[in-house]
T-cell receptor, first 109, second 114 residues
Framework: GQNIDQPTEMTATEGAIVQINCTYQ??????LFWYQQHAGEAPTFLSY??LDGLEEKGRFSSFLSRSKGYSYLLLKELQMKDSASYLC??????????WGAGTKLIIKP | IAGITQAPTSQILAAGRRMTLRCTQD?????MYWYRQDLGLGLRLIHY???????GKGEVPDGYSVSRANTDDFPLTLASAVPSQTSVYFC?????????????FGPGTRLTVL
């Protein structure tokens, strides 16, 4: 079966760095996406990885290792507005997205 | 403003009633999707459409139907609602199904079936 695993909840301090991990087992791989979802809102796109390595976008970076079925999202200089759920999704061989349950990130002052 | 709209924003529905959730996008995207999101679970694909005139079943299609008469609209119909269909429903779209572009999401419809 297809499976995406990520921690249910994480807590971090404002101004710090946090790493959210995602492991996956899917039928085929055509890229991995990270989305941010604030409570009561729609998911919004953060990053996309299809090749191994690190993609950096401002305070956010995402890493992929296809051989390990592993990705992480790194958030630097945390701000209170970063409190949200972070969703990992893998595009499978049918180009459909398989979603993890999301990691709720709580930022404390 | 370009994007995806969904209607209604929220709805309380009696079990057994028929309901259509509306989704419209103005980005000329070919591929559209319907997901449901339940607490503790990831987004689950209900139905999808890779292009106008075609539709396909996702992971949890039972009890739902869709149509794609044109590029912009992708309505989701619950023929006879049941309480297990209480959920938040998101419509999404992307340029083409096999592109490496992200999916854009509508604001969601919160549906309660009593």
């Amino acid at each position: 079966g297809q499976n995406i695993d990520q921690p249910t909840e994480m807590t971090a301090t404002e101004g710090a760095i946090v790493q959210i991990n995602c492991t996956y087992q899917t039928s085929g791989f055509n890229g991995l996406f990270w989305y941010q979802q604030h409570a009561g809102e729609a998911p919004t796109f953060l990053s996309y990885n299809v090749l191994d390595g690190l993609e950096e976008k401002g305070r956010f970076s995402s890493f992929l290792s296809r051989s390990k079925g592993y990705s992480y999202l790194l958030l630097k200089e945390l701000q209170m507005k970063d409190s949200a759920s972070y969703l990992c999704a893998v595009r499978d061989s049918n180009y459909q997205l398989i979603w993890g349950a999301g990691t709720k990130l709580i930022i404390k002052p | 403003i370009a994007g995806i709209t969904q209607a209604p924003t929220s709805q309380i529905l009696a079990a057994g009633r028929r309901m259509t959730l509306r989704c419209t996008q103005d980005m000329r995207h070919n591929a559209m999707y319907w997901y449901r999101q339940d607490l503790g679970l990831g987004l689950r694909l209900i139905h999808y459409s890779n292009t106008a005139g075609t539709t396909g079943k996702g992971e949890v299609p039972d009890g739902y139907s869709v149509s794609r008469a044109n590029t912009d609209d992708f309505p989701l119909t619950l023929a006879s609602a049941v309480p297990s269909q209480t959920s938040v429903y998101f419509c999404a779209s992307t340029v083409t199904a096999d592109s490496y572009n992200e999916q854009f999401f509508g604001p969601g419809t919160r549906l309660t079936v009593l």
